[in-house]
Structures are given as structure tokens and as C-alpha cells.
């Protein structure tokens, strides 16, 4: 069974709107959590990290964590085509263990 | 940005070739990682390293991955006989203490 679940798969918003993304984890070991960006031929960077419950802000993105819950989002505002790619909902028991992935949501913002 | 610096970035190989890439972690980052990335985006991982021992794998089915993280020398990621279903963008990522996992470009594996 898929530990990390995302959802949508895939999402289209209008420049300058707002993306939402959503994912769920089934495994309560985990207790970090990323938000990754993927870009066409390259590596996965990370957005941001979430550890605690509550919201967390940087810029423009948005993350909430509810643990009780295993809820994570990422909120976009103010949506860019150069946020265009794949995003991918990240998870781990421990900071230097592996991650889990999501299998991602692919975001179109339309100019 | 991330300076994990991984070669060659395409690599092309026929069926029961070996293949192999290489992975420079960023400077001073203890913790090495490789996953597998499909054609479907989704990603799978294969094994890690601290310093140059072995922290996690997975059972490789057989034995078909080797790697290894050797002192002063680039990381390495070793498939002895591809298969078709090897093709796929090979992952390096490594870490240093809490904080996210920054990741390489990959190779791109091709298996005719």
C-alpha cells in the first residue's frame, strides 16, 4: 500500500489564482514532512519542510500539517506559470531516513 | 541550489549491459541517497550511505544493484545486467544534518 497519497493528480489554475494540494499518509511513524518541486529534467528541489502541527508560511506557499489527522497541503497563492511542474508530498520517520513520496500533482498555471 | 552533481546525465545501454553512474554529494554532506524515478513519476528507493557504510537498503532482487560511497572518491550506482524495466531516472540526493534531502539532476537510463 502506497504510504503517501496526493491528491489531485493533476490541477490547472489561472495565473495570479490560488493551487491547493492535498496528501494524506497511512504510516503514523511519520513525523516529517516536505513539500518537493520537480521541474521538467530535473531533480526534485524541496519547497519547504513541515514538522509541526499548524500552518506554515514562506513567500508566496503555504503548508499545514494536522498529525492527528496525517493532513498535508501546500497552498500556492498568487499563482505563476514558472510554478508549472510536478509536486510531489514527501515523508520520513527520522531526518536523515529515507523518504516517502507521494506519487504527485502535476500544476498548470495558465497565463 | 543544489551542487549534487551527478554523471553521466543520459545513458543508453542494450539488454544484459551494465550500467553505471556516479554521484558527487554536496560538500560536507555525510548521508547519501538513491532512489529510482519511473516513467510514472514515481519513486523508489534503493539504498543510502553515511560516510561510507551502508544505512538502509532494499532487498535489490537478484543482485542485480551494487553501490558504493568510497573516502575521497565520487559515489557510484552499478546495475550488472539491465533489464528493460531498469530504465528509468536514477537519483542521487544527499544530506546534512536536519534538513531536507537535495537532490541531483539524475540519469536518465535507457535500456534497449
Request: glycine fraction near 6%.
Amino acid at each position: 500500500q502506497q504510504k503517501v497519497q496526493q491528491s489531485p493528480e493533476s490541477l490547472s489554475v489561472p495565473e495570479g489564482g490560488m493551487a491547493s494540494l492535498n496528501c494524506t499518509s497511512s504510516d503514523r511513524n511519520f513525523q516529517y514532512f516536505w513539500w518537493y518541486r520537480q521541474h521538467s529534467g530535473e531533480g526534485p528541489k524541496a519547497l519547504m519542510s513541515i514538522f509541526s502541527d499548524g500552518d506554515k508560511k514562506e513567500g508566496r506557499f503555504t503548508a499545514h500539517l494536522n498529525k492527528a489527522s496525517l493532513h498535508v497541503s501546500l497552498h500556492i497563492r498568487d499563482s505563476q506559470p514558472s510554478d508549472s511542474a510536478l509536486y510531489f508530498c514527501a515523508a520520513s520517520e527520522h531526518r536523515h531516513n529515507r523518504i516517502f513520496f507521494g506519487d504527485g500533482t502535476q500544476l498548470v498555471v495558465k497565463p | 541550489n543544489s551542487k549534487v552533481i551527478q554523471t553521466p546525465r543520459y545513458l543508453v545501454k542494450g539488454q544484459g549491459q551494465k550500467a553505471k553512474m556516479r554521484c558527487i554529494p554536496e560538500k560536507g554532506h555525510p548521508v547519501v541517497f538513491w532512489y529510482q524515478q519511473n516513467k510514472n513519476n514515481e519513486f523508489k528507493f534503493l539504498i543510502n550511505f553515511q560516510n561510507q557504510e551502508v544505512l538502509q537498503q532494499i532487498d535489490m532482487t537478484e543482485k542485480r544493484f551494487s553501490a558504493e560511497c568510497p573516502s575521497n572518491s565520487p559515489c557510484s550506482l552499478e546495475i550488472q545486467s539491465s533489464e528493460a524495466g531498469d530504465s528509468a531516472l536514477y537519483l542521487c540526493a544527499s544530506i546534512q544534518g536536519p534538513a531536507e534531502q537535495f537532490f541531483g539532476p539524475g540519469t536518465r537510463l535507457t535500456v534497449l
